[in-house]
């Protein structure tokens, strides 16, 4: 953002990525709150209020001589024109927030913004034109890949993604909170990377007091988290949530059959448009099986938030102290183990790095085998492996991820499970590669004869690289 400025030429600058994620944040600091014009769009009002709103904030950067009402997206950017051409000489700096709640229906925005970049902005050497929005959907379709005026046209865009670990650690240490990495990881189960999340965290109370304070208690930030948050993303949430919903019941994901088959939904578009939207969110990701690649693609939930949600929240709020009551009981015991396998498939280049193939290149899929039932036959077990990093140096490691409060203990009967499951992917898959147990642990492994045979192991303090 800052080389844009010593650009000859006017910069395009795009950024996107989910609600709260930061990207206001990252814009404003980025040019120490100095911009020639700053207009924010407002969510669910009509095109006339939002012309409305435009006008007076041009009036307040000191345009005058402006016509009493605003017409049309036409009339206000030939005003913007006006203005910018009334400012001294140097680069200028114009910044369009919440870009996507200025597109109401038959509006014709996106045409008029197309004409003010093409037609004028471009053809000039000092503008500067950032845009962003938290309809990630919107943004990836209307203007990272727009297949009109706008292709091709941007000059940068930047996918704004969640802190990692390591990222949130750091914020803690700035506001001066401090907390164990255990601590952190248990923060991150339910927050993800969220920087506005961790934000909301206060100085001398524990994680636990902070959960049932922000999200528990009626009064809280986060007590209507989930409906504002997609809300903001979808001007009709309601399909979305279905789907959500349906994959939050099953950890290891659905395929799309499965989703249609459950959800008694249609196969059409707007399926494949809404599971889009979701992926480019951010709140799910859509993995090929070891060996078939793109057919049997598989959607798993990966928000760290929405699935917390799911777990403790939806229809079951208990008041104020219900977190502190819930810590170690068996349902948050089970939750913490799905939770920590979503916090390390946010963290694979990390664990990439932790087992010394950081330069090699891999491809990571998610694995699972149901067996077919022969006629006659009782229905068998089948198995899942939530990482399978395959490598280019003909290895491919099968992570297995397992959340403890101390040391993991490999036992004999645990030995046995694993090697099971290494023959049944061998011989379901055909592999001809070496086969390499990874473990990830929060506190690694209690050394004895059975842990002696993981070729790696992957500890917290890794995910913190």
């Not at 992926?279 to 760290?304: M, N, P, S, V």
């Amino acid at each position: 953002m800052q080389n844009a400025l010593n650009e000859e030429y006017s910069q395009f600058i795009a950024v996107y990525g989910r609600r709260r994620v930061g990207k206001t944040f990252l814009i404003r600091e980025s040019y120490n709150y100095h911009f020639t014009f700053q207009f924010t769009g407002a969510a669910n009002i009509t095109t006339k209020k939002q012309l409305a709103r435009f006008r007076m904030t041009l009036k307040e950067h000191g345009l005058t001589d402006m016509p009493k009402v605003f017409t049309n997206w036409m009339t206000a950017f030939s005003e913007l024109k006006r203005y910018i051409d009334l400012r001294p000489e140097g680069k200028k700096i114009i910044f369009f927030d919440e870009l996507p709640w200025m597109d109401a229906p038959r509006s014709g925005f996106l045409s008029e913004l197309e004409t003010f970049w093409n037609g004028w902005a471009s053809a000039r050497k000092d503008i500067v034109f950032v845009v962003c929005g938290s309809a990630t959907s919107w943004m990836v379709k209307k203007i990272i890949k727009n297949k009109g005026g706008l292709h091709n046209r941007l000059t940068q865009r930047i996918a704004l993604k969640p802190f990692a670990l390591r990222q949130c650690e750091e914020l803690l240490k700035s506001r001066g909170i401090e907390m164990t990495r255990k601590q952190i990881l248990n923060g991150y189960m339910i927050f993800g990377g969220i920087p506005y999340y961790w934000s909301l965290l206060k100085k001398g109370a524990s994680l636990t007091q902070e959960i049932d304070r922000l999200i528990f208690s009626e009064d809280g930030d986060m007590y209507n988290e989930f409906d504002m948050l997609y809300a903001s993303l979808f001007k009709k949430p309601e399909p979305y949530i279905k789907i959500i919903g349906l994959l939050a019941m099953k950890k290891e994901g659905m395929t799309r059959q499965e989703i249609i088959d459950k959800g008694k939904i249609e196969d059409n578009g707007k399926l494949t448009a809404i599971l889009n939207d979701l992926e480019w969110c951010g709140f799910i990701r859509g993995y090929a099986t070891i060996g078939k690649y793109t057919k049997g693609e598989i959607f798993q939930l990966i928000d760290h938030y929405t699935l917390f949600y799911y777990e403790f929240i939806k229809g079951k709020r208990q008041g104020k102290n219900y977190w502190q009551a819930m810590e170690g009981k068996p349902k948050y015991n089970n939750w913490c183990g799905r939770a920590f396998e979503r916090a390390c498939l946010w963290h694979i280049d990390q664990i990439k790095q932790a087992i010394g193939i950081g330069g090699v290149l891999t491809n990571e899929y998610s694995w699972r085998y149901i067996p077919k039932k022969q006629s006659g036959e009782k229905a068998t077990v089948g198995t899942q492996i939530d990482l399978l990093i395959d490598r280019n140096d003909g290895i491919i490691d099968l992570c297995e991820i397992k959340y403890s409060e101390d040391k993991y203990n490999i036992t004999e009967a645990y030995r046995e499970k694993l090697n099971k499951r290494k023959s049944i992917f061998k011989e379901a898959t055909k592999i001809r590669k070496a086969i390499h147990t990874v473990f990830v642990t929060t506190d690694g492994l209690v050394q004895n004869a059975y842990a002696n045979e993981i070729q790696n192991s992957v500890c917290l303090n890794d995910l913190f690289l």
